[in-house]
């Protein structure tokens, strides 16, 4: 256990101590989906739900969760981020929504939760506001697509 950088020598969970770490430019990009039926997309489209414009309610909802990532996930620093944005795309084919989200920062962790958690939540707002029509839409591929900088280096799914 002693090789998993968040559990101590005597195998209980712990912060990872960044404070040597440099500070560099760091980014990170994430993407999901949710499936629905034809109707549910079209009246997401028509902004026809009951509880509003879910693409507008999903990206803000995106934002706020990236800045309260380390919130929401235990052992996850605070960032300081300087960027962090979604988009949301209609797929009539699907049919349903892809989201793709960014986060930057300059500091000394990456950000990639940050992006994730955007991800995640974006999707359950849509969730949450289309349920009342569909209860049957599905969550997935929730998936880190890319980061750069740290320790680390680049990375990019293939």
């Known amino acids: 256990m002693s090789d998993l950088s968040h559990i101590d020598a005597e195998g209980r969970a712990h912060m ?7 500070e560099t430019a760091r980014t990170a ?5 949710i499936s629905m039926k034809a109707e549910t997309l079209e009246a997401i489209e028509r902004s026809a739900l009951a509880k509003g414009d ?3 309610a999903a990206r803000i909802a995106g934002i706020m969760a990236a800045k309260r990532t380390s919130e929401l996930i235990p052992l996850c620093h605070q960032v300081a981020l300087t960027d962090v944005g979604l988009d949301l795309e209609v797929d009539r ?5 892809r989201v793709t989200a960014w986060a930057s920062t300059r500091g000394r962790t990456g950000v990639e939760m940050e992006a994730l958690t955007a991800v995640s939540v974006a999707l359950l707002t849509i969730y949450d506001m289309a349920k009342a029509i569909d209860r049957g839409m599905a969550i997935s591929d929730v998936r880190l697509t890319e980061k750069r900088g740290g320790k680390s280096g680049d990375w990019k799914r293939d």
């Open 93 to 97: 084919l699907m049919p349903g929504v």
């Open 29 to 33: 990009r994430a993407e999901g989906s």
């Open 16 to 22: 990872v101590d960044i404070g040597a770490k440099s």
């Open 54 to 56: 879910a693409i507008d």
